[in-house]
């Protein structure tokens, strides 16, 4: 599927699936989105982190809201499961669309200036240099005595420092590779937008909202 | 093809009094290879960053052609002048080769059936079809100056400029990525205008040296080119009274089996290491060889193959925060080392858990005077140029005072009085405290008092030099 449209559909059910209270759909998206992880071949590792962090918040939430609030079944069980279908379908979605894939279409489909395209991208290759940025940080203040948690604010303060100087970086070398604010750039490869998309993106939303009147108490 | 003409050119920083640039002119001609030199903090940089069009100016005195860069539409810029950065891996936006080289070409709206063709063309007039789908992050800085080069290539850019772009390189990349450039020059037409301080190697394809001192532009002439090359003798190691281990001396730091690798590239062949207690070791070797990667090894900031051990104690079995202690490293860079903002505050972290009976506040008083820092308290150390950055880095370190300190580079950018002065102070609290200092330098000029064992990074190996005791 086309991934602007994709993101497009995930961010619309989210939405829907946050104002209005029907257990039955948020349990049928979440088979659905593990039926399509699974099919997408995601790693056992990988779906085990994806289950096990939310069920820790969700249990958490529920138990405080079982033991504070006279909160009734039915809406115990909606806040369980939304986490996971928040979860799984970011999972999903994940797996299945490279970012720079996701770069492009934004920029040819969904006519996203590329400075906001290649900045999200740019952002995203930054990972793992911020990574080391704060392991090396982190080395620095024990060699002087410190310790460094994950909240100190002086970890963040250099942290930010670096990202500072990398955005400087970026922007000279994105200007020296040709990249210039919003002239027209042509495409090595373009991103299909075909009616097969549109209609998956009509039919699944369609499908929900069905299921959402059908299942409205 | 470029003729590139600089017209009385005066730039200053913002917040400085001191023109870098001062009617600064000068021309590059066309199919030329222009070698561009001068003191570090002469100027070279901005000239060529001004050149590319990277630093903005509202009446820019330099035309290619005629044309002011202004004049160019946006999209033919990169293909009028392009440039290759000094630090190589801060020069790219996208994760492969393949990908950047797409990036650029797109960015010059080259038709898309085309693309594909220019970048394997590109690759293969470098030598690097092979590295095609390699992600950028995990090349060596020779690499990912071919790979820079390649781009500039592919993108057809009339003037190729050049900052130091050898600075982290070894040198058989370094001949090879000449070699391309000549040929460039020669086949292509390209003009070329390349800052080096090292003079060592351009004397065949070069005839008139341009010198940026004092904010202006000097052309040489053949004769005095050449005299420059002549004298230009790259600095020699100096150690008299290096010797090899012998078995009086206790080793601090033992690797068995060590190995190192960068990425997928092997940078040492296992082997077993002995670093040695209470005595400075000196390390050299290429660029790029690995001799900072084993430093990172030595503070658990990198990954490594076999075994470490300190004081018979395997390192990764010591607490984190004990050994960080035992075992400094003074960062290459020194905006890695600082946690604080200001100078006073830096100092006054390093006093609080380092060896306050010896630091006492006169004697890092008399230190800062001896560094010619003293006064400098309130100042934000970011604003301190590199060298000063450099010494309160070190006397930071200094006062930590580790059982072993790992210097990587500490006279980097260091002026002929500060090396003095650094030097005299080194080898005092090593005395004093009976320091083990083990340090990487290219600078090699004063060190013969301090250094006691040198080990050479060949060939994937370590190897200690000198004469038996």
New interface residues.
Partial sequence: MNPSLKLALLVLIALEVSFIQVWSINVALIVVSLILMLLGRITWRRLLWLTLVPLFFSSALVWSLMLRSSASTHFLIVIFTRLFVYVYMGGWFTLTTPPLWLTHSLEQNAKLPSKFAYGFLAAFNLMPKIQAEVATVRAAALMRGEVLHVWSPRLYFKVILAAMNWSDQLAAAMTSHGFVEGAPRTHAQTVPLVARDWWLFVGSLLLVQVGLFVGLP | MATVTVQSLTYTYPKQAHPVLDHLSGTFPTGKFSLLTGVSGGGKSTLLKLI???IPMSATPITFDGHPLSAIT??Q???TV??L?Q?PS??????TVE??L???????????EE??DRCDAALDFIGISNLKFRKL?FLSGGEQQKVALA?IVA?DSDVILLDEPFASIDPPTRLILLEKLVALCNDRGKTIILADHDLSGYQQWVDHLAVLADGQLTLLSTAATRERFAAFTPQRLQLTHVQLPNDQLTVCLQGTQLGLAHGDRQLLTPQDLSLYAHRTTLITGPNGSGKSTLFKAL???GRYQGQLTYRQTDITKIR??RY??QV??M?QAA???F?NVTVAEELA??Q???DHAYFTPTRIQQLLQQLNLAGRDEQVL?SLSSGQQKKIQLL??LI?A?DVLLLDEPLKGLDYASIQAVMTILKTVQQDLNLTLILISHQLSGLDDLVDLHLTLADRHLTYQGVSA
């Fill in positions: 590319a069009g990277l946006p999209t810029r990169a293909s392009a440039m950065f630090e801060t020069q790219f936006t996208m994760d990908n950047e797409r990036f650029a070409l797109e960015n010059q709206q080259v038709p898309a693309i594909a992050m781009i993108m503070v658990r900031l984190k925060r960080a202690r400094g490293l960062f905006s890695a080392q946690l972290l390093s609080k858990y380092g970011y930071c370190m930590m580790p």
